[in-house]
Nanobody, 110 residues
Framework: QVQLVESGGGLVQPGGSLRLSCAAS?????VAWYRQAPGTQREWVAT???????YYEDSVKGRFTVSRDGTGTTTFLQMSSLKPEDSGVYYC???????WGQGTHVPVSS
C-alpha cells in the first residue's frame, strides 16, 4: 500500500517562507501538490515529473519551487513571498493514482 506523509506546514506571516515535504513509500513518475482552503475546492498548485519538468499554477509562479530528493521518493514544495490567499491544507498526490496524503496546514497570517 502506498504511503504519503506531508510535513512542514505551520503558521507563517505574509512575505514569509516555508518548505513542505512529501515522503512517499515508492517513486512515482509525477507528483503534484494541491491545496484546499476552507469552503473551497481543492486546487492544483504544482507538479514535478521524473524527467525533471516542473509546472506551476499561475498565481504561484516565481514564488514556489517544486523539487525532489536524490531518491525520487520525497518531493518538496519551497514556498516564498507567501500571501494570505496561499493559506490552506496542502496535499501531495502522485498523478495517475488514487493516493493522497493527510495534508499539512499552512495558515498565512499576521
Amino acid at each position: 500500500q502506498v504511503q504519503l506523509v506531508e510535513s512542514g506546514g505551520g503558521l507563517v506571516q505574509p512575505g514569509g517562507s516555508l518548505r513542505l515535504s512529501c515522503a512517499a513509500s515508492q517513486r512515482f513518475g509525477a507528483v503534484a501538490w494541491y491545496r484546499q482552503a476552507p469552503g473551497t475546492q481543492r486546487e492544483w498548485v504544482a507538479t514535478s515529473t521524473s524527467g525533471g519538468n516542473t509546472y506551476y499554477e499561475d498565481s504561484v509562479k516565481g514564488r514556489f519551487t517544486v523539487s525532489r530528493d536524490g531518491t525520487g521518493t520525497t518531493t518538496f514544495l519551497q514556498m516564498s513571498s507567501l500571501k494570505p490567499e496561499d493559506s490552506g491544507v496542502y496535499y501531495c498526490h502522485p498523478l495517475g493514482t488514487e493516493c493522497w496524503g493527510q495534508g499539512t496546514h499552512v495558515p498565512v497570517s499576521s
